[in-house]
């Protein structure tokens, strides 16, 4: 599904970070901690670290959105479960939009 393994991933975000935090904890309900501009997230034998960095709004004519830059480093689980919630995070997380 991601080809290769799955150490750490550079993520982009449209949201703020509570917008993110919020989105975090509704995908996973309980295991989600947050350590200053970290976040641990652990779901069985899976368990990521995001690092979060803000980075300049996205402007699009009058529409300014908020961006993150989210460092997903995985700490622990196999490629299957490591592929698994991050397909489950994906679907959990997505927002509507065009």
Do not use: C, N
């Not at 970290?38 to 980075?55: C, L, N, Y």
């Amino acid at each position: 599904m991601f080809g290769g393994s799955l150490d750490v991933q550079v993520r982009e975000v449209t949201a703020t970070r509570k917008e993110y935090e919020t989105s975090l904890e509704q995908a996973v309900p309980g295991g989600i901690k947050i350590e200053g501009d970290s976040i641990f997230v652990t779901k069985g034998e899976v368990q990521i670290r995001i690092d979060i960095a803000p980075m300049p709004d996205l402007v699009i004519a009058l529409i300014r959105l908020s961006r993150l830059q989210a460092t997903w480093t995985f700490l622990a689980g196999s490629e299957t479960a490591k592929a698994k919630l991050v397909e489950h995070m994906d679907w959990s997380m997505k927002r509507g939009g065009g």
